[in-house]
């Protein structure tokens, strides 16, 4: 099994212990409720329904082990200190070639959303990022080549 922490934000935590808690308790019974009513409907080796309800199933227990297998090994990443080297959890401003300022906040891969702000320290971004100061730059490579970014703040 992975010995590699899972790092997350108290409110990251939570979110994902509501969501297994939602498989868990509602989402299992929703889709037991599925394939129960489709084998009411006859013959299931023909039965598209049964076959989705199967898939739904897999999925949602597939879900719930890695849920569990998440929070098993949660390290919560703290506030960082106000300080000025970057780290789990820190919000990060970068500009890409003077262009227009990004604010994103650094946390563990299982909580990255890049479309809410939130990048994985895993990131080729987010990894260059990595104990970097406000001022330096760093170059990431990317599918479209190389693109540089200045480290504006820290906070």
Avoid: W
């Avoid at 979110?15 to 297994?20: P, V």
């Amino acid at each position: 099994m992975n010995d590699k922490p899972t790092y997350l934000t108290l409110a990251g935590k939570q979110k994902l212990e509501k969501e297994l808690e939602h498989l868990r308790t509602v989402r299992r019974t929703e889709v037991a409720n599925q394939i129960h009513d489709a084998k009411e409907g006859g013959d299931i080796t023909e039965n598209a329904g049964y076959d989705a309800a199967k898939r739904e199933q897999a999925f949602v227990e597939g879900r719930i082990l890695t849920l569990e297998a998440l929070l098993r090994e949660v390290e919560i990443i703290q506030e960082p200190r106000q300080g000025d080297t970057i780290c789990l959890g820190s919000k990060v401003t970068v500009a890409e070639n003077e262009g227009t300022p990004e604010t994103f906040r650094i946390v563990g891969s299982a909580e990255s959303d890049p479309g809410q702000g939130s990048i994985s320290d895993e990131s080729p971004l987010g990894h260059s990022l990595m104990g970097r100061q406000a001022g330096d730059r760093v170059t990431v490579q990317t599918p479209d080549g190389p693109r540089e970014f200045e480290v504006l703040a820290i906070g």
